[in-house]
């Protein structure tokens, strides 16, 4: 279940389309992008972690071929850049250090970047019907995680403090299991960006939606707050859940762009943050030791899906 936590940015493409609200507002928001690269992703109160810019962004052909060819040094170009669901993946992981040590004992969270080359025309993606097919979860997927994103009524984003909200921007419930030992659920605030031929989508759980105790939240936002409950079993294999935990902390993006070397060549990455409470895995690298091969997987299934774009 953990390809769904790295697939989180594909996830928010469909969520997009699924929850987009009609509400007008009468200035622009700050996009989630401009405030991960600034201030960062938020953690916890008061803690943030920022995440970098798309590798390509602002960069002529000359300086994109040279940071490319430093993205896929450890496999070398022609093989990082081969048209095949199972060409590499570039990972980088870094913990989010508590304070001023970086070791993993005392570390906040985790920062995660995934970078892979797809083939596919540019101008497909901004197909809202196709974005779905590709980016979506499949029927099998939501039956698996029983959970299917809802959609934010007007209503309710107001009595959660939210008067309006910009075109580009939705609202949309969250469910995430964690190797079926931690669940998270909540409301994300998810932005869509088009610029300079490029497509990026941000996401980040949203603040409105967490209260200093879930049970303190209004009884007509009780079931959107953000929250997180352990699951664990009794030695005869009997389910028990922990009440559930005020949370905040995961957010991240997904940038897709032209790399400009070859026909349809496209650079598709993924940076997100997210807190990890130690009473989730003891202070263990369990979780950190799953996200190598579940980005991999998530890049393989978008491969497929891509291939069949005309």
């Known amino acids: 279940m953990l390809r ?8 928010a493409f469909v969520c997009f389309e699924l929850s987009v609200n009609s509400s007008t507002t009468a200035k622009a928001q700050e996009t989630l992008f401009d405030s991960f690269t600034s201030q960062g992703v938020t953690l916890s109160k008061g803690t943030h972690t920022a995440l970098a810019a798309p590798l390509l962004t602002g960069k002529n052909a000359d300086e994109s071929k040279q940071l490319l060819e430093k993205l896929s040094e450890r496999n070398g170009w022609d093989r990082f850049s081969r048209n095949s669901p199972s060409a590499p ?20 969270g985790h920062n995660i970047y995934s970078a892979f080359i797809a083939y596919a025309p540019m101008t497909s993606l901004k197909d809202e019907q196709l974005m779905a097919s590709l980016f979506g979860s499949t029927a099998e ?9 809802e959609k934010l009524s007007p209503e309710i984003l107001k009595k959660a403090g939210i008067e309006a909200v910009d075109a580009n921007t939705s609202y949309s419930t969250l469910r995430i299991p964690l190797m079926n030992r931690v669940e ?30 879930p049970e303190d939240a209004p009884p007509e936002l009780a079931k959107y707050v953000n ?14 859940e922990t009440p559930p935990v005020s949370y905040l902390g995961c957010g991240g993006y997904l940038s897709v762009q032209s790399t400009g070397l070859a026909e349809n060549q496209l650079l598709i990455e993924s940076r997100f943050a997210m807190y990890e409470p130690k009473v989730w895995f003891a202070g263990s690298n369990f979780l950190r ?22």
């Open 4 to 11: 769904y936590v790295t697939a989180l940015c594909l996830w």
């Open 89 to 108: 993946v570039h990972v980088e992981l870094k913990y989010v250090p508590e304070g001023k040590g970086s070791g993993s004992e005392d570390r906040l």
């Open 141 to 149: 997927d939501k039956e698996q995680m029983g959970f299917n994103p």
């Open 184 to 213: 998270i659920e909540g409301t994300a605030r998810i932005d869509k960006i088009e610029k300079n031929g490029s497509i990026v989508i941000a996401w980040q759980l949203d603040s409105h939606f967490t209260f200093d105790k």
């Open 227 to 240: 929250r997180y409950k352990k699951i664990d079993r009794d030695e005869l294999g009997k389910v028990t």
């Open 289 to 310: 030791s799953k996200f190598p091969p579940a980005l991999q997987e998530s890049a393989q299934t978008l491969r497929r899906k891509l291939s069949s774009v005309k």
